[in-house]
């Protein structure tokens, strides 16, 4: 299992590849306002791959691990 | 007739205020998808009616729970809509907004928790949104009932006829887009007899890809918009109105932003959420919460009340009912049926009333707190592996209030085969409706561990739906899901008169059923127990229940029981869990709990006492859940299938845990 190290807890990344997201969830991320360019904060993981709490526009969601992944692309 | 439909997101407080304004109580929560479907009441004092909408994110549904919305918009025809807003996430908000004054009806657009904004040191000015926006804005705060009387007297005052000649919000889109829209609404107006607003509104959901409004064009034919369909998907239209949506958000937020002088907040939210969704600590304090919840319930709260009600029916109120229908020449026959029957079997169901106010009003916490959200996302993880996501967890522990109302908030899941999962397993889980009869075993057979047992029940259901869900996910191919978005509301400090509503409105049912369905079920087990083939009966060994249940003895016997008395209760069952119990008083001729209890050590031991509990845990819902199967599935098949596995799966478990049992103990 890959180790997310804690340094990236409060780091913060610009979301991309919005659009390789499945429709559904693409819709869901723009209703909340999230779209390529948006400034994302990482508060919290959870283990075993679990969710991933991030902050955009001062409001906390929790998003699948995989989801996460796409969202921060090759910053991570 | 004014009529007012109440729209926003999820956590908003659309439901606190719809409480606040009319003179009806709908139920509230602090977690996403609390209104299941829609309410509506009128505003204090007036005739102007209020439709409370489930929360939505966007016109365009994704779950069933959203589509309320858009087919309330498609076939209703409110006067006004009050958007109800989270102030302190105005952008994301106005989004959903904006596609409201597009609709033409005149929009009130209400800036909740405007408390939480002022605190991150933010405010809007309101005449420039107003303007921005053509339409009306009032600021309200409705946990505090702050603003509240404002917009009452706004709403009631409102010119609604005046309102709606103002035109709709019209915003700037590409070129291209603003064409495709015109060109295809000219002719809605013209060939479909549509107002030019409407047409207008109808054309960009379309354009949006909404599916709701996709199968309406198809449905009623509307070429204009069918026939450009590749056009505008191969255009990319939908991006390019999302753009100019959020680029004109920004430009509005940024003209009336005002910044207040920096207020040193200290953020309650994240100090908590520091320890309750900590990566390691989350599912052990999870563990703990629900813990605690069942200790307040049945040992420190809710049993002791029950024991002190109990002992009042089954004393003097019985006694005095019997000495009272004696003075007044009741004939033994009636004397026996209310006695005997009705306060007997009614009178044990209500002495349940304290253990399931404790529940609810523990359940009604979690929810006002904001912590329902948290145990969706400490429980995504494990539900991930049996194909489900942490927002079934929500749907499953509201079925251990009630499962229909446990079902019907599966709606907020994404994926139809989830929600199909989620249905089918939820009547596992163990409704306050079953607790009377553990209740009354767990004090017969377990004195000393009587939290312990129940809860060992309720976990081994829990097992079951876990079990029946990761098979459900083998047999219907249900892929990783990826949909699983959670909104983490800032935590409120509970608020006990929004608890007690949220307590009552979900414990009125059961008081309603003590009335209904549970004196029914009563008076037709005393009938059939004190009547047989050759009429009334003394000897209730001759009665229609005993024949029915004795031909039923040999099924049983392999899974512990062996009085009929039993296998009539289990029957009775079927119509509501609740009238197991009652129906026991009856059949065993007993008006106390404890005259009960006495008769049961001569018929289980605690080994069949407890194959029974799961028995009862397992078998066929109740006739409430099966009609809101077949409505939530819309599928006869489904109900069917519902029935039989559940009877098949608490067939086998009785059996093997009696079998076995029998064998170690």
Known sequence: MQLISESIINQHFSVCNIEQLDTPTKQRLHSLGIHDGSNLTVIRFFPMHGPVIIEVDHQQIGVRYKVFRILVGGQL | ?665
């Open chain 2, 1 to 665: 007739m004014t009529t007012v439909a109440l729209m926003g997101n999820p956590n908003t407080g659309k439901t606190t205020i719809f409480n606040q304004i009319t003179d009806s109580y709908a139920y509230v929560g602090n977690w996403t998808g609390v209104t299941v479907e829609k309410k509506m009441g009128n505003i204090k004092h007036s005739k102007v009616v209020v439709t409370d909408l489930p929360g939505i994110y966007s016109l365009n549904p994704i779950t069933k729970d959203e589509s309320v919305a858009i087919n309330y918009l498609l076939t209703n025809d409110a006067d006004v809509i009050l958007n109800v807003t989270n102030a302190g996430q105005l952008k994301r908000n106005l989004l959903l907004s904006i596609e409201l004054l597009e609709y033409g009806t005149p929009v009130i657009i209400a800036l909740n928790m405007i408390d939480d904004l002022k605190r991150s040191g933010i405010y809007y000015d309101i005449p420039t949104l107003s303007k921005r926006l053509g339409c009306h804005i009032e600021t309200t705060n409705a946990r505090n009932k702050d603003g509240i009387s404002q917009l009452r007297d706004k709403l009631l005052s409102m010119p609604t006829d005046q309102l709606r000649e103002k035109p709709a919000l019209k915003l700037e889109y590409p070129f291209m887009v603003q064409q495709a829209i015109r060109q295809a609404s000219e002719q809605l107006v013209n060939h479909f007899d549509m107002s030019p607003s409407y047409a207008r509104w109808l054309t960009i959901q379309y354009i949006n890809k909404n599916k709701v409004i996709r199968k309406y064009a198809v449905h009623n034919k509307l070429t204009p918009l069918l026939e450009q369909k590749e056009y505008y998907d191969a255009q990319n239209f939908e991006d390019k109105i999302f753009k100019t949506r959020l680029a004109f958000i920004d430009s509005t937020l940024s003209a009336a932003q005002e910044n207040l002088t920096d207020t040193k907040n200290v953020e309650m939210t994240s100090k908590i959420d520091s320890i309750i969704t900590n990566p390691i600590l989350g599912l052990p304090v999870f563990i703990a919460i629900f813990y605690l919840m069942f200790k307040i319930s049945f040992d420190w709260i809710g049993t002791p009340l029950s024991d002190q009600l109990n002992s009042l029916l089954s004393g003097p109120i019985s006694t005095y009912a019997d000495h009272f229908l004696a003075s007044i020449g009741a004939m033994p026959f009636l004397r026996s049926l209310i006695v005997d029957g009705v306060i007997a079997g009614v009178g044990g169901v209500l002495t349940f009333i304290p253990q399931i106010f404790a529940l609810f009003a523990c359940i009604s916490l979690l929810e006002d707190s904001g912590y329902m959200a948290r145990a969706a996302l400490v429980t995504d993880r494990i539900m991930q592996t049996i194909g489900l996501n942490g927002k079934s967890f929500i749907p499953l522990i509201i079925g251990f209030g009630c499962n229909v109302t446990g079902i019907m908030a599966a709606r907020t899941i994404e994926q139809p085969k989830e929600r199909l999962i989620t249905t089918l397993i939820s009547p596992f889980m163990s409704c306050s409706a079953r607790l009377p009869i553990y209740s009354l075993f767990v004090a017969a057979f377990f004195p000393r561990n009587q939290a312990l047992i129940v809860l060992s029940i309720y976990f081994l259901g829990i097992a079951v739906a876990l079990c029946m869900a990761k098979f459900y996910q083998i047999i219907f191919h249900v892929e990783d899901s990826t949909v699983f978005i959670v909104e983490l509301p800032k935590y409120h400090i509970p608020r006990l008169d929004i608890i007690w509503r949220g307590t009552w409105d979900k414990s009125k049912g059961f008081v309603k059923k003590a009335g209904t369905v549970i004196f029914a079920g009563t008076v037709l087990i005393w009938l059939l127990s004190n009547f047989g083939p050759s009429g009334f009966v003394t000897n209730i060994d001759q009665s229609f229940s005993a024949l029915l249940g004795k031909m039923m003895l040999p099924i049983f016997s392999p899974i512990g029981i062996q009085s009929w008395e039993t296998i009539s209760a289990l029957f009775t069952g079927i119509l509501a869990k609740e009238v197991i119990s009652s129906s026991m008083m009856v059949l065993f001729h007993t008006t106390s709990q404890t005259a009960l209890i006495a008769t049961f050590g001569s018929m289980f031991t605690p080994v069949s006492a407890y194959a029974l509990l799961v028995f009862i845990l397992l078998y066929v819902p109740c006739f409430a859940t099966i009609g809101t199967i077949k409505s939530e599935t819309g599928s006869t098949k489904w109900v069917v299938y519902s029935v039989l596995s559940s009877l098949l799966i608490a067939y086998t478990l009785s059996f093997i845990i009696f079998q076995i049992g029998s064998l170690l103990f």
